[in-house]
């Protein structure tokens, strides 16, 4: 199927609703997410229902999951699969299938002390490093890797010239 292809209907997305995450433990996901954000999950429940092992390919599933808002208006679903043999990936950033969330900040140094003080291992140790290139030249930004490996980018805009 080529870019483009007008045989296609036009997408007509408006927004992007949620980005899942698979935990290991909702409770250690929670406890480095509410905290950094500032905020306490908009929901928490044992998800139980007979669509969801046919929409997510394990039957009879039950997941513990949780909404967290983002700021921007964006949902962090955060999921604890109830199910034998789950193992997590190697964390580098360079495997495929490796993904991030990026939450922009105003302060890149201080967040990136909140999230260290939450439990959050910095990927590189001497913490945030400016964008000296290209097209966000000035930023700052730092990864970080919270629960399960995954990796949170902590982006501050470049001054305004």
Not at 73 to 89: F, H, M, N, P, W
């Amino acid at each position: 199927m080529a870019d483009g292809d007008s045989s296609l209907p036009a997408l007509t997305a408006t927004r992007v609703h949620h980005i899942g995450m698979s935990v290991a433990s909702l409770d250690r996901a929670l406890a480095f997410w509410e905290p950094f954000l500032g905020a306490k999950a908009r929901w928490r429940m044992l998800l139980e229902r007979h669509y969801l092992g046919r929409h997510v390919g394990y039957p009879g599933v039950k997941i513990d999951a949780a909404f967290v808002d983002l700021p921007g208006g964006a949902i962090l679903e955060l999921l604890d699969y109830r199910v034998e043999g789950k193992r997590q990936g190697d964390e580098g950033t360079a495997n495929p299938g490796n993904v991030h969330i990026c939450i922009n900040v105003e302060d890149t140094r201080s967040a990136w002390k909140r999230a260290v003080a939450l439990g959050a291992r910095a990927v590189v140790p001497d913490g945030p490093v400016e964008v000296d290139a290209g097209p966000n030249k000035g930023a700052v930004v730092a990864y970080l890797r919270v629960h399960d490996g995954i990796t949170l980018e902590l982006y501050q805009p470049a001054p305004k010239a």
